[in-house]
Nanobody
Framework: QVQLVESGGGLVQPGGSLRLSCAASGFTFSMYTMSWYRQAPGKERELVATISSVGGSTNYADSVKGRFTISRDNAKNTVYLQMNSLKPEDTAVYYC?????????WGQGTQVTVSS
């Protein structure tokens, strides 16, 4: 069955870094656009970053441009989110998403907390 398993979240101080991973299985990973979303308490889920199926195109929310980098390894069926210069407002549950045509799959999320 389809699985997206996020890992790498945790507690980090402002200015610190984290790298999130999302391991995929149960579908043809290399054919899917992969994205990271986040949802903070009391707020709607928002798109953070997207990478095309072959990795040639990326897009970022304005709030994370220059700080976050999305990448993928199609040989490992894994997508990553490198987060640098973290701010308290980056605190949220981060979700991995796979999308192609009308199919959309979600992971269970991983908590990222930025606090001193």
């Amino acid at each position: 069955q389809v699985q997206l398993v996020e890992s790498g979240g945790g507690l980090v101080q402002p200015g610190g870094s984290l790298r999130l991973s999302c391991a995929a299985s149960g579908f043809t990973f290399s054919m899917y656009t992969m994205s990271w979303y986040r949802q903070a308490p009391g707020k709607e889920r928002e798109l953070v970053a997207t990478i095309s199926s072959v990795g040639g195109s990326t897009n970022y929310a304005d709030s994370v441009k220059g700080r976050f980098t999305i990448s993928r390894d199609n040989a490992k069926n894994t997508v990553y989110l490198q987060m640098n210069s973290l701010k308290p407002e980056d605190t949220a549950v981060y979700y991995c998403n796979a999308f192609r045509s009308l199919r959309s799959y979600w992971g269970q999320g991983t908590q990222v907390t930025v606090s001193s």
